[in-house]
């Protein structure tokens, strides 16, 4: 694959298990039109901040327009009239589709990046929500390490050098020789210098301490804590979701803005069969606190994977686990908590060719490799293997969960790639109303919600192993599930 994903394969295995938004998958792809010109864009967001965010942009569709192509970092609070001035996207040598930049995010928080194309056929600009946030810390190597302490050595004794030498020497007129007592002042100095050096480089050493911790604590990234239980409500078995308050996150109310028309998207995943899926919606019953019927599933222990976006367009994946009693006989009833017209559950394992009266087939490379960009594609057959046609489900033609078996990536994506819809949104009102993207180019990145036969997903896997993917999507008005088994090779 192109060189320049070789970045995004080092990043991804340099990065923690636990992430921001998806866990252990850290890449924002998205796919839409800048105007007349549909595109790719993969931003793989610094693992230290300050740091350099990596943008790369690939022309879709075999474009062939010699184009201008610009990359803006945008910071919520600011907005761009606080933005730097645009870099230019350069071509990447032997891929002319392909873009490369890199831009600095300087603070902590929720950022977009605005890619502005231009060229023969017109004009348009796509915004990509980003997550700056710190997620690990950079270890120094042994050989910077031990040249570095070879350079403080010689400036140390060289200051002490030049304290005797000015004590010493300075004073002397031309030619004379330095006396005892010229001599003993030199030791005295010396010995105050050393002690003077040594305190200083002790203090700074305290300071580096300081830093350092405050650093570990504070500014490595932390999801909020997920606290999970269930209970009978009403006659039926509900779920209660709370969403600790940490000290970096201390208010007593989230606030959070609807994706999808959806405060919250829960996946239960049961472990470690993997062979139980839910997607549901919990609904708001207290400031930090959610409620939801829980689905008719297998006894069992589940990973519970829960997406939120704050109204700064801050998107995470809050995740906790749950020990669940069989509910494979409930039905929905009409207790306290309704249950959200929208959620669906699926169980069972990957066959071969799909059942029942409608499945999915995937369709694609058949070897797949770790950092590679590609797309998952899936087809809806019938019975027969004719193709059906497919509805929207929640403004998308579909909707897919990515996990690792092992759980250390998990993947919430959609057609138009892995960024959170609501932080887009968020962003796309902010530049609109700073005049900076019209109405007509916030539709443009709409994902398209007409039917259709097949479904695609962007992605890029983060690491080697082996993967189970759900894909969903509506048929004749009822959500359909397929699941999959990917073995994802090393480059």
Sequence with gaps: ??????????????????????IGSPAAIFDG??????????VLPPSVVPGRAEIN???????????????????????????????????????????????????????????SVSGPRG????????????????????????????LGAVLFVGAVTIVRTGVRESV???????????DLRGYVATGLATLVFAFLLYQGKRWWDTED??????????????????????????MHLHVARSERHPSKKLLLIPDHGKLMHLFMIRE????????????????????????????????????????????????????????SGTAATNGP????????????????????????????????????????????????GKPVAIEPYMGMLGHAAIRRFDGSVFAHIHPMGTISMASQMYFMTQAEQQAVCGKENAEANMPLANTATSVSFPYIFPQPGSYRIWVQTKVQGQVLTGAFDLDVAAR
Excluded: C
């Design 1 to 22: 694959m192109k060189k320049v994903f070789l970045l995004i394969l080092a990043a991804a295995a340099l990065a923690p298990a636990t992430l921001f938004a998806h």
């Design 33 to 42: 039109s800048a105007g007349p010109y549909p595109i790719r864009v993969i």
């Design 57 to 115: 942009v690939r022309l879709l569709g075999n474009e062939t327009d010699p184009v201008k192509m610009t990359v803006l970092p945008v910071n919520w609070r600011t907005g761009v009239t606080g933005a730097p001035a645009a870099d230019q996207a350069l071509p990447v040598p032997g891929e002319p589709s392909l873009r490369h930049a890199e831009l600095w995010l300087m603070t902590f928080g929720s950022y977009s990046v605005q890619v």
């Design 123 to 150: 004009s348009g600009i796509v915004i990509v929500p980003v997550l700056s946030i710190a997620t690990q810390r950079l270890p120094m190597s042994a050989a910077l390490g031990g040249l570095l302490a070879v």
């Design 172 to 182: 002397l007129p031309a030619n004379e020789p330095r006396t005892r007592q010229q």
């Design 213 to 238: 911790r405050n650093y570990r604590a504070n500014a490595i990234y932390r999801a909020l804590p997920l606290e999970a239980s269930a209970q009978t409500m009403g006659g039926e078995k509900v």
């Design 272 to 327: 470690p069969q993997l062979d139980a899926l839910a997607h549901i919606h919990p609904i708001r019953s207290g400031p930090r606190d959610f409620d939801v019927v829980i689905p008719p599933l297998p006894a069992g222990r589940y990973r519970l994977y829960a997406d939120i976006t704050d109204e700064t367009g801050f998107a995470a994946t809050l995740t906790t686990s749950i020990d669940l009693p069989d509910s």
């Design 337 to 384: 908590v309704a249950r959200d017209p929208d959620d669906s559950w699926f169980v069972g394992n990957p066959v071969s060719i799909g059942t029942g009266a409608y499945h999915f087939v995937r369709t694609g490379p058949a070897t797949i490799r770790m950092g590679e960009d590609l797309t998952l594609d899936f087809s809806v057959q019938d019975s027969t």
